[in-house]
């Protein structure tokens, strides 16, 4: 079975500082991994993904995540933090093979924005 | 064009009652998916349907959770005999066979 682990169920940083969420699976098939994000009393909306190919990985909102297969991790990154950043964020893995299978969620880290 | 949405909102009920959950897909979606997010956690998968036919029901926690999407387009999760436990968000997503899946705003509810 699949897992997902997020470390750090919160993460601050200040305004226009480095974005680092920590994101590590397990999965017994390629995995396709997710990153979605969440504000208060919303659903989910999908920042990114990772299928097959480029492991280097452009979402929306200026982030980015890379697929390392040799250390399981798929880390989110976002060069400089703006206010609205804040919100939680999930990874998630699929591990049919297929896109369109129900995803394994971690628990989620909560990102602060300090002005 | 319109999104994923579910009704209602926010739902309260007293232990024991019945309670009705409706998700409607974006049009043209094939699969739809049912998740319970409990407070402070990552979404859980309850269910799974592929046009009328429910292909995944792994994740329902017990008997009393049964859901339905008759006609392979909108979808209702009912709960039986509500529990404290239950209380929660549960999300809807529905996708085409080969897309990501696309979120509703969830129903929160609470039991008391």
């Known amino acids: 079975a699949q897992s997902v682990t997020q470390l750090g169920s919160h993460v601050s940083v200040s305004e226009g500082a480095l974005v680092l969420l920590r994101c590590n699976y397990s999965s017994s098939v390629p995995p396709y991994l997710f990153w979605y994000v969440q504000y208060p009393n919303q659903g989910l909306q999908l920042l990114l993904k990772y299928t097959t190919g480029a492991t280097l990985v452009k979402g929306i909102n200026g982030f980015e995540a890379e697929f390392k297969k040799s250390e399981t991790s798929f880390h989110l990154t976002k060069p400089s933090a703006h206010m609205s950043d804040a919100a939680e964020y999930f990874c998630?893995?699929?591990?049919?093979?297929?896109?369109?299978?129900?995803?394994?969620f971690g628990k989620g880290t909560r990102l602060s924005v300090i002005a | 064009g319109a999104g994923v949405s579910q009704s209602p909102r926010y739902k309260v009920a007293k232990r024991g009652q019945d309670v009705a959950l409706r998700c409607d897909p974006i049009s043209g979606h094939v699969s739809l998916f049912w998740y319970q997010q409990a407070l402070g956690q990552g979404p859980e998968f309850l269910t799974y349907f592929q046009n009328e036919a429910q292909l995944d029901k792994s994740g329902l926690p017990s008997d009393r959770f049964f859901a339905e999407r008759p006609e392979g387009s909108v979808s209702t999760l009912k709960i039986q005999r509500t529990q404290q436990e239950d209380s929660a968000v549960y999300l809807c997503a529905s996708s085409l066979v080969t897309g990501e899946q696309y979120f509703g705003p969830g129903t929160r509810l609470t039991v008391t």
């Open positions: 998630a893995v699929s591990d049919r093979g297929s896109g369109n299978t129900p995803l394994v």
